[in-house]
């Protein structure tokens, strides 16, 4: 099956990530290009885009208020 590249809004996120938003295809191609969180990207291993398996979030989705805040107390 096919996944779908989503960036996670409520923090930065870096060019190399931004420019793969909404890109699709099987995990042996995302593999090729570099997984999120692999260190291949401007952010390294601080990735927070996710592949969705079920391509059915858009391609940009926001970080929930609760999950945003655990970092900040």
Not at 1 to 9: A, C, E, K, Q, Y
Not at 48 to 61: A, E, F, Q, R
Request: overall charge negative.
């Amino acid at each position: 099956g096919n996944f779908h590249w989503v960036t996670v809004s409520g923090h930065r996120i870096c060019e190399d990530c931004e420019s793969r938003a909404g890109d699709t295809g099987t995990f042996e191609y995302h593999s090729s290009k570099g997984l999120p969180g692999a260190g291949w990207s401007l952010c390294k291993q601080y990735c927070y885009c996710v592949l969705d398996p079920t391509d059915s979030l858009s391609d940009n989705v926001p970080v929930p208020k609760e999950i945003r805040e655990v970092g900040t107390k």
